[in-house]
C-alpha cells in the first residue's frame, strides 16, 4: 500500500534557522513526490516536486530511495514560510489516479 | 494557468438537507477529486473522476455521491447532511496521462447544524 508519513504536527523554529520538514513514503515501485504548501487563506498550492530538482522559494528536497525519504529543506527560514505543508506521493505509472498526502506539518516562523 | 473555481467559499445548512457543492476547472483535464481536510487528518480523499460520467471511490466515500456530465463539471453531493461532515471541501483536477499534479480549488468551508 502507499503510504506518505510526516510525523511532526507542528514545527516552530526562529527566522534565520535552518528548516528540516520530514517525509517519509512506503511504495515498492518507483515514485514520484511532491510537496504542497498552503498559506494562510490561499489554496493549496504546489511547492515543488522531485523530477524537476528546484529550488522554490529556497526550498530544496531530495529523493532518498534507500531510506525512503523526501524532506523538505531550507537553509535559512522567514517568516512568510509559516504555512502548512503536505508531501504527496504517487505511485503509479499512470497520471489518471489520486495523490496520496500526508497529514500535513505545520511549520511557525517565529520571530 | 489552470484555474480551479467553487460554487461557495462557505457554506451553512441543516442537519438531513441535500447539499450540493460545485467545482469547474477550466483547462482541459481529464481528472477531478474531492477531498476533505479537517485538522490533524490531511486531506482525505472522498471520490474521484477519471472521465466524464466516471467516477471511483476513495478513501471516505460514505455519506457523499458526485457527478461528472460535462469534463469541466464536478459535483460533490451530501444526500443528507450530518454534523461530521462539517469541513473543508476541497477539489483537484490534473492534466492525466504523464502528468500528476493536481491543481486545487479555494475550497468550501461547510458548517452543517
Known amino acids: 500500500a502507499q503510504r506518505v508519513t510526516q510525523p511532526e504536527k507542528l514545527l516552530s523554529v526562529f527566522k534565520g534557522a535552518p528548516v528540516e520538514l520530514k517525509c517519509n513514503y512506503s511504495?515498492?515501485?518507483?515514485?514520484?513526490l511532491f510537496w504542497y504548501v498552503q498559506y494562510s487563506r490561499q489554496r493549496l498550492q504546489l511547492l515543488l516536486r522531485?523530477?524537476s530538482r528546484e529550488s522554490i522559494k529556497g526550498f530544496t528536497a531530495d529523493l532518498n530511495k534507500g531510506e525512503t525519504s523526501f524532506h523538505l529543506k531550507k537553509p535559512f527560514a522567514q517568516e512568510e514560510d509559516s504555512a502548512m505543508y503536505y508531501c504527496?506521493?504517487?505511485?503509479?505509472?499512470?497520471?489518471?489516479?489520486?495523490?496520496?498526502f500526508g497529514k500535513g506539518t505545520r511549520l511557525s516562523v517565529i520571530a | 494557468d489552470v484555474k480551479v473555481t467553487q460554487s461557495s467559499r462557505y457554506l451553512v445548512k441543516r442537519t438531513g438537507e441535500k447539499v450540493f457543492l460545485e467545482c469547474v476547472q477550466d483547462?482541459?483535464?481529464?481528472?477531478m477529486f474531492w477531498y476533505r481536510q479537517d485538522p490533524g487528518l490531511g486531506l482525505r480523499l472522498i471520490y474521484f473522476?477519471?472521465?466524464?460520467?466516471?467516477?471511483e471511490k476513495g478513501d471516505i466515500p460514505e455519506g457523499y455521491s458526485v457527478s461528472r456530465e460535462k469534463k469541466e463539471r464536478f459535483s460533490l453531493i451530501l444526500e443528507s447532511a450530518s454534523t461530521n461532515q462539517t469541513s473543508m471541501y476541497l477539489c483537484?483536477?490534473?492534466?492525466?496521462?504523464?502528468?500528476?499534479?493536481?491543481?486545487f480549488g479555494p475550497g468550501t468551508r461547510l458548517t452543517v447544524t
Open positions: 483537484a483536477s490534473s492534466l492525466g496521462g504523464d502528468s500528476y499534479e493536481q491543481y
Open positions: 511504495y515498492s515501485g518507483s515514485p514520484e
Open positions: 522531485h523530477i
Open positions: 504527496a506521493l504517487s505511485g503509479t505509472d499512470s497520471g489518471n489516479t489520486p495523490l496520496v
Open positions: 483547462m482541459d483535464h481529464e481528472n
Open positions: 473522476s477519471y472521465d466524464v460520467k466516471m467516477k
